[in-house]
């Protein structure tokens, strides 16, 4: 496929809201991960969340206010300069809005029935929907394309892209605004835990030790484009390519050899109309569980080899389910520009089954041009984006 | 210039009523019976319109659209979670997620294809019928849309009104006309744009226009657009095209023109 611009990009998660704080804790090895808060207690386990109150959200919008969407206007405050940009050169109707969420406005919900009065009036159309995130999104941008939300579990921010840049193939969009958002909810936490899947210490990616993953909070949004207008200022950032592809497997437990995350990876490849030497970088899937990490080392073996500096950033932030794709995305895209690669935070003994290269310290890459990241998903969906850097 | 053929479409209401056409059954052994259990009626039914309306020949990428999805399994789980010991069933938690009835298909059918599921309230069918034809445009031989909502009958706090029957649908879409085989129907188009754009001035009796946020009766079901399209591709023959109207979340509208070719019994 013809690369597509990504002309601006923003996030909120457990490292904060702005580039330069994801980059100090990603250099300084600091997660955002915390054991003192106050979300679901009886787990017993570290989280993630956004530091910091969140601001309501806007004027005019109340009716949508949950976490989940004021986490989406966070995100969304750095691409916000770049819609209006499109808005003066495109009619409205020609800029789309694909969000990807795995619980929407869940949380809000437990927190309405927690309250013990449910005869109180609950929004629904607006607050818990999944659709509400793609609507809210179209209404605070002002932006009067189709307006969707993609829902395939820890998947859909992966796939939000992949619609993104589907309606922009079509000819149908000028631009679209990706995002991703999930807030943590007691629904997912308690879920994740009756699976035997969450680690009650802080997770360690790829580790022969490793015991589950930790969970998290987040949010991501960037700006899809046809074109690279000549004044744009900025790094040239590209969404290159992408594979999707079911596994066919199980609805939880990944294929043991990887064969779906190897289809996946091979499809990007394909459509970026790259090989695996040009890979610079993989963000890895890399949830933390015994069975996703041994599974993804052997399908980037097999698509990529063994010589690919690879890493699970999820250390660092937690699992962020329906977020994780699109903040993995940000992260990988900081890499390309910065032409350093974060270290996988949490190893310390390497699974001797992981064959993978999984990076201990984070690495200097100069002149990286191409970076993967990998989301896998529940119902065996799964998602490989490939980044691209122009200098 | 047609935007897509319909090579196949099958529909059911509450579970056994098939919208069109012939009754079809699904083989028992699809779903074995200790997998059916588990199953919401969203799932099952969706595996159901999708088995009937599938290529047994080919692996097609899915789309799945549902507006509330999970629901009825979500509103199971909430007690749980916030009760005191929150010991939530694992075969609930994973079968809650948006996209459990593909993650379902592609176990059962075998099929490796991507699949997605797009969700956009009132808007859900036409949003993942787009998504189905921005990928026939990508390139993909062929894309199935399966799209559905269950009744709301536990989970208090959705407005159940709005969604008071099971139904769920299925649409086998190509990029090109099959070669010597009749098609049901054909997408001659699917736009968006600003509302003034998109004026009805069609000939009342070679064109059916549903508008359908201005439905009589008040029928609100997420998926009724789809069911509207069954009906007219797999019912008694009509009128020859059928144009939906539907005003999407951001402001501007989406239409879409179908032509019926043959029913199942020409």
């Avoid at chain 1, 995305?329 to 890499?335: E, G, H, M, R, Y």
Wanted: negative net charge; contains cysteine; hydrophobic residues 40%.
């Amino acid at each position: 496929m013809e690369a597509l611009p990504v002309l601006a990009m923003g996030q909120a998660s457990p490292l904060g809201r702005t580039p330069d704080e994801v980059r100090a804790a990603l250099r300084a090895g600091r997660r955002g991960l915390r054991r003192d808060l106050p979300e679901c207690p009886e787990l017993g386990a570290p989280l993630g969340v956004v530091p910091g109150d969140l601001p309501p959200v806007p004027q005019g919008l109340e009716a949508f206010d949950t976490r989940c969407h004021r986490l989406l206007a966070v995100a969304l405050a750095a691409v916000q300069p770049s819609v209006d940009f499109w808005k003066e050169r495109v009619p409205s109707h020609r800029i789309a809005v694909v969000v990807g969420t795995s619980a929407s406005g869940n949380r809000d919900l437990e927190r309405h029935l927690a309250a013990g009065t449910p005869e109180a009036p609950f929004d629904y159309h607006r607050r818990q929907s999944f659709g509400a995130a793609a609507d809210f999104v179209a209404r605070l941008l002002g932006v009067q394309g189709p307006a969707f939300t993609v829902s395939t579990a820890c998947s859909s921010g992966a796939q939000a892209f992949v619609s993104g840049a589907g309606l922009i193939r079509s000819g149908r969009c000028d631009a679209v605004v990706v995002a991703s958002v999930d807030a943590l909810c007691r629904t997912t936490c308690f879920g994740f835990r009756s699976l035997g899947v969450m680690d009650p210490d802080f997770c360690r990616p790829f580790d022969a030790n490793r015991r589950g993953l930790n969970l998290g909070e987040g949010a991501a949004a960037f700006l899809l484009a046809r074109e690279r207008p000549s004044s744009w200022e900025g790094p040239d950032l590209r969404l290159a390519g992408f594979g999707a592809c079911s596994e066919a497997h199980h609805m939880t437990a990944p294929d043991p050899e990887g064969e779906g995350a190897f289809r996946a990876m091979a499809e990007a490849l394909s459509q970026a109309g790259i090989g695996p030497e040009d890979i610079g970088y993989v963000n890895a899937h890399g949830t933390a569980t015994p069975a996703n990490d041994g599974s993804e080392s052997r399908g980037i073996v097999r698509a990529l080899g063994t010589r690919v500096p690879c890493s699970s950033t999820k250390g660092y932030t937690g699992h962020l389910l329906g977020a994780a794709a699109g903040v993995e995305a940000f992260v990988t895209l900081l890499a390309l520009v910065d032409e350093v690669l974060p270290r996988n935070l949490g190893l310390e003994d390497l699974d001797p089954e992981v064959e993978a290269l999984i990076l201990r310290e984070d690495e200097a890459a100069p002149g990286i041009r191409f970076a993967l990241s990998n989301s896998f998903a529940f119902g065996g969906n799964d998602v490989s984006l490939v980044f691209e850097v122009r200098r | 210039m047609s935007v897509a053929f319909i090579l196949a479409g099958a529909g059911l209401v509450d579970g056994d009523r098939p919208v069109g056409g012939r009754p079809w059954q699904v083989p028992e052994e699809f779903i074995p019976r200790n997998v059916r259990r588990r199953l919401s009626r969203l799932i099952l039914q969706g595996l159901q319109v999708t088995w009937a309306a599938s290529d047994p020949g080919a692996d097609v990428p899915l789309v799945f659209g549902t507006a509330n999805g999970e629901i009825e399994t979500i509103a199971a789980l909430l007690p749980v979670v916030l009760g005191p010991d929150p010991a939530v069933s694992p075969t609930l938690f994973h079968n809650s997620v948006h996209n459990a009835a593909p993650g379902y298909w592609a176990i059962l059918a075998r099929r490796l294809a991507a699949s997605t599921t797009v969700t956009a309230g009132p808007a859900t069918f036409e949003m993942a019928l787009l998504e189905a034809v921005c990928r026939l445009q990508g390139g993909a031989p062929q894309v199935q849309v399966t799209a559905g909502d269950e009744a709301i009958r536990t989970a208090s706090w959705a407005d159940p009104g709005h969604c008071t029957r099971d139904f769920c649908g299925s649409l086998r879409l190509a990029a090109r006309p099959p070669d010597g085989v009749p098609c049901l129907g054909v997408i001659e188009s699917l736009d968006h744009g600003p509302p003034e754009d998109h004026g009805f001035s069609e000939d009342p009796e070679e064109v059916r226009v549903i508008d359908l946020d201005a439905l009589p009766g008040g029928d609100r079901h997420p998926c009724a657009s789809l069911h509207r399209v069954l009906e007219f591709l797999l019912g008694p023959p009509g009128a020859r095209r059928l144009r939906l109207r539907r005003a999407l979340p951001g402001g501007s509208v989406l239409e879409a023109v179908f032509r019926r070719e043959m029913g199942p019994d020409d």
